[in-house]
């Protein structure tokens, strides 16, 4: 756009599509001429935008990077909050010391009346609402059982836990829900045995973290299932202060608590947080992508012929493809700042949208299209910055051996019923499905 005269450049934004943004021209100080967007909201421009179907992202976003890539739109309870779309500000967003992660600011962004309610429990924060030098304590005290090193050492134990899974399936036959039979017990399993949480407890926990992160339960119903999970890990904390054991809860008990680095609440809101966060977005992306590469039967065909090459590539595309945390990079500015020429005052909150990020044309060429083959990936549907998800590797390594596992020994694993029928989430909530049925 910079080789056009000028009046080409104004004709051409008067017939772009403005979602709320007007233009004008400044001198600089150079004495050029430059673009600047001054960017309002109208009284409609609410968001979350609406998906238009399925596991797309909202069309408004594409919209957005080309028009008016950091805009203005209004939330739930009427406060106004900047969205960041392009991948380059996106990075530059989520590695910028002037936005503060800490909800209980009064203008952090929430996206609904619960969230406003966590945040301001009075609970003790998780490191993942906490800013540097407090977020580097409690990150570390975790962050060494979550590296990629550690996470090769299990990975033969995630093996084995998703071809027993596979057994399993077999054993029941076909049809059956691969959501509740498969992708939602695989990062559980996983997470209760590196928590040292009692097999008999499963069952019940995973009834609860389903009420507490599932989109169709009632505020009200996630809250209490929240209250009961906190209550628990309350108790396991205690039982693992009198029995220790080769846990991940037991070596902060030892290493942690008994020295005095971290407060009983904290520990139990630490363990609330592992046992939480990420593991239902890992059994989503399983979801979509077993139906995504399903859809494109020549690159299933690919994958399956050499699997220890395509099958990591084809998770990293997923994870472009299909951004399963899309709303979680929230931030408000401790300080004047300022993102792509825009300014940010401070006390404003932003949302930087890894959705749209992951499907930046200037970064990925057509990026509406699913490619296995896409290599480097710059992805960013584990974030970025200091904030990254701390269980990237090992969402990485459930996603890889489960689709490893489920096409080689299920050749023939195909949908029940035509996609047109399953259900995805609310199409202003981040996408999922609720129920996956396959046959083999």
């Not at 309870?77 to 989520?94: I, Q, Y």
């Amino acid at each position: 756009m910079a080789a056009l005269s000028m009046a080409r450049v104004l004709k051409h934004l008067s017939a772009a599509p403005t979602l709320g943004a007007s233009r004008s021209v400044r001198s600089t100080s150079a004495g050029s001429r430059q673009l600047v967007m001054t960017r309002f909201v109208s009284d409609n421009t609410s968001f979350p935008f609406s998906r238009p179907s399925g596991g797309d992202p909202p069309t408004e976003y594409a919209e957005l990077r080309k028009t008016c890539p950091i805009a203005k739109v209004k939330l739930w309870d009427g406060s106004k909050v900047w969205l960041v779309t392009k991948h380059k500000d996106v990075c530059d967003a989520l590695t910028n010391d002037s936005f503060s992660k800490v909800r209980t600011h009064p203008n952090f962004p929430e996206l609904s009346p619960g969230g406003k309610a966590a945040a301001a429990s009075g609970r003790a924060p998780t490191f993942v609402d906490m800013d540097p030098p407090q977020h580097t304590k409690y990150r570390d005290m975790v962050a060494h059982a979550f590296s990629r090193e550690a996470v090769e050492v299990m990975r033969p134990g995630i093996q084995r836990k998703t071809n027993e899974l596979v057994d399993e399936m077999l054993r029941k036959g076909s049809p059956l829900d691969l959501h509740e039979e498969f992708a939602m017990k695989l990062p559980f399993k996983v997470i209760y045995e590196m928590l040292g949480i009692p097999a008999a407890d499963h069952a019940w926990l995973s009834s609860n973290v389903a009420v507490r992160s599932s989109g169709s339960s009632t505020a009200k119903d996630a809250a209490a299932a929240a209250e009961d999970l906190v209550h628990y890990m309350d108790r396991l904390v205690r039982s693992k202060m009198q029995n220790p054991g080769d846990d991940l809860i037991s070596e902060l008990v030892n290493k942690q608590l008994r020295p005095g680095h971290i407060s009983h609440e904290e520990l139990v809101q630490t363990a609330f947080l592992l046992l939480v966060a990420g593991n239902a977005t890992v059994a989503t992306q399983i979801d979509l992508g077993v139906m995504t590469l399903l859809a494109h039967q020549d690159q299933l065909a690919e994958m399956k012929a050499d699997p220890e090459r395509l099958v990591p590539l084809a998770v990293e595309e997923i994870c472009r493809y299909h951004t399963g945390s899309s709303f979680a990079l929230r931030r408000v500015a401790k300080q004047d700042t300022r993102i792509d020429g825009q300014d940010i005052k401070a006390g404003e909150g932003i949302i930087a949208l890894n959705q749209s990020a992951n499907r930046d044309e200037t970064v990925f060429p057509d990026p509406d299209r699913f490619d296995i083959h896409r290599n480097p990936n710059p992805e960013l549907g584990f974030g970025y910055g200091t904030h990254v998800c701390i269980a990237e590797w090992l969402a990485r390594a459930e996603m890889q051996e489960a689709f490893a596992a489920l096409f080689r020994r299920m050749p023939n694993l195909r949908l029940a019923v035509p996609e047109s029928q399953i259900r995805f989430s609310d199409p202003t909530r981040d996408v999922g499905v609720a129920a996956l049925p396959v046959t083999w």
